[in-house]
């Protein structure tokens, strides 16, 4: 009976010291997820004049969100310290039309870009995200850890865009057509930063949203940035898309050439609302000590 209850304990101490090592066996996790990306940025926006940086949430536009879809990979380095790879591919939109503000209404200009991120970021879980109960012995298990986790993120990433506005039923790019007489690239880098909650069903599979927004170093997203240029010497279609403008009486002289058409003040930002479904994988095998 000495033995059995040496065996007990000993077996019981073994199975709170593996349950308290089980994220270093689930250390991995891949991560697919939809949701919805938006646009920060001079076009469309709320029925008041622009604004930066933070106060720039108040130009949030519901009616101008995008599907997006996300694929990542995720480790962790303790409990509560985890790095994520991820590809993210979006859309953003911007339209005058859908804003009252008076001198965006009348400006009338509107785009579309395919976005294409590929970035990494640092995750920190404040509280240690539950990884589960690897091995239990004869009822015996550790303190359970909630199943809740909300994480703070920052990181690092670059992505690719590319303008269009619509043109005689066209979606035309604007990058070639230099509306503003400026050249400006085709990627860029973006600066995630954000917030998370995962929830876990069990030590392997867990659900999450994570929202973050994309502080860029390019104010071209949506092919506006300056002033108005003068482009009667070309074509109709580069006239159009560079001052589609209303005009309406009074207003005549707003788009004219050497006018402010969009604002360099801050550079263009967009955000991804991502909703996943996550799956660690489990590294190696348990074996019970052999007597």
Avoid: C
């Amino acid at each position: 009976m000495k033995k059995n209850l040496i065996l007990t304990l000993y077996l019981a101490l073994f199975a709170v010291g593996i349950n308290g090592q089980s994220w270093k066996f689930l250390r991995n996790e891949f991560s697919f997820g939809i949701g919805a990306s938006s646009f920060l940025g001079e076009l469309g926006g709320a029925n008041r004049v622009g604004s930066h940086n933070i106060a720039g949430f108040r130009d949030f536009e519901f009616n101008a969100t995008r599907p997006a879809v996300q694929v990542g990979y995720r480790r962790f380095f303790s409990p509560n310290i985890a790095a994520k790879a991820g590809f993210t591919f979006g859309q953003v939109s911007g339209n005058d039309a859908l804003t009252e503000e008076i001198y965006r209404k009348n400006r009338n200009l509107h785009f579309k870009s395919p976005i294409a991120e590929l970035a990494v970021q640092v995750d920190y879980f404040p509280f240690r995200e539950y990884f589960g109960h690897i091995y239990r012995s004869n009822g015996v298990v550790g303190k359970r850890v909630n199943h809740l986790s909300p994480y703070l993120f920052a990181g690092i990433g670059g992505f690719w865009y590319n303008p269009k506005a619509k043109y005689q039923g066209n979606w035309e790019k604007l990058r070639p057509l230099k509306t503003e007489g400026v050249e400006y690239g085709s990627f860029s880098i973006a600066l995630p930063v954000g917030l998370g909650l995962k929830y876990a069903i069990d030590k392997q599979w867990s659900i999450g949203l994570e929202t973050g927004v994309r502080y860029t170093f390019t104010d071209y997203i949506d092919d506006v940035s300056t002033v108005y240029v003068d482009k009667s010497n070309e074509s109709a279609m580069v006239q159009y898309l560079s001052n589609p403008a209303l005009n309406n009486e009074g207003q005549t002289n707003w788009t004219e050439p050497g006018q402010q058409r969009g604002s360099s003040q801050a550079n263009d930002s967009y955000v991804f609302a991502i909703l996943s479904v996550n799956y660690k994988l489990l590294r190696g095998r348990l074996n019970l000590p052999k007597f």
